[in-house]
């Protein structure tokens, strides 16, 4: 009886080391046989080590996951805020010219018009140098509201820089852009503005420039910039605008 007891437990002991060495081999992915020559002592402890892993599993996975969320979220609104002009809160240089190339290639496939507007602040470096910084981007960002105010909600209004906004204008013809460069004016121009201590009286020009598909993105901002030269030239709060291949 003795005898049959002491080898039912080794047989028990057999089948354990047994199913700890398929268990490790599951896990390192290899063969039982290739675990052979490992003591059972020592598999035993692999055994072990392998089954607190796979508990650790579900917690490390959620773990990476968090972080990758986090990580995502964090890029995320790097990209967005490389995009945005840290004054007005509209969109910078570049998050226009990444949106004016869309808006390209959007009207290339459809053969569709786009215009764009070109609004330049007039008299900022005077009020910089009479009031102050301050003042002046106090200025810009009364400017950059009374834009938003007045466009239409397919328009796109961004800050190039210094006293330069853009307004991208999809689906816009050089008739529907004249228009829309007055009512900016007169949205701009209707009220002075509290900057600091002073009120300024804001004042801006405006060129446009509209075109089909076979137009570019430079040559639209060219012919505007060309456009606000000649509505300053005409005197301050002004619009003048040209068409470029409009009618190919």
Not at 101 to 129: C, F, I, Q, T, Y
């Amino acid at each position: 009886m003795e005898g049959a007891a002491w080898r039912s437990r080794g047989e028990r002991r057999n089948l354990s080391v047994r199913a700890c060495r398929d268990r490790v081999a599951r896990w390192l992915d290899v063969h039982p046989r290739e675990l052979g020559r490992i003591p059972p002592e020592a598999i035993g402890a692999l055994a072990a080590m392998v089954e607190t892993a796979r508990e650790a599993v579900p917690e490390v996975v959620a773990h990476l996951r968090e972080e990758n969320a986090q990580l995502s979220y964090a890029v995320n609104l790097y990209q967005e805020l490389a995009r945005k002009d840290v004054l007005t809160n509209l969109p910078n240089r570049r998050g226009l010219e990444e949106t004016l190339a869309l808006e390209v290639d959007r009207a290339r496939r459809h053969g569709r018009v786009l215009s764009v507007l070109l609004a330049d602040v007039d008299m900022l470096k005077r009020v910089n140098d009479t009031h102050g910084h301050l003042a002046g981007d106090a200025l810009l960002r009364e400017v950059a509201t009374r834009l938003l105010e007045a466009v239409r909600s397919t328009d796109i209004v961004g800050r190039l820089g210094g006293d330069e906004f853009l307004v991208i204008c999809p689906d816009t013809s050089a008739q529907a852009a004249s228009v829309l460069a007055e009512r900016l004016l007169r949205s701009v121009c209707s009220a002075s503005v509290r900057a600091g201590a002073v009120q300024v009286e804001p004042s801006i020009s405006i060129g446009w420039s509209a075109g089909r598909d076979n137009v570019v993105s430079d040559t639209l901002l060219t012919a505007a910039d060309s456009a606000v030269y000649q509505s300053k030239a005409a005197g301050r709060g002004r619009s003048s605008g040209v068409v470029v291949d409009e009618d190919r």
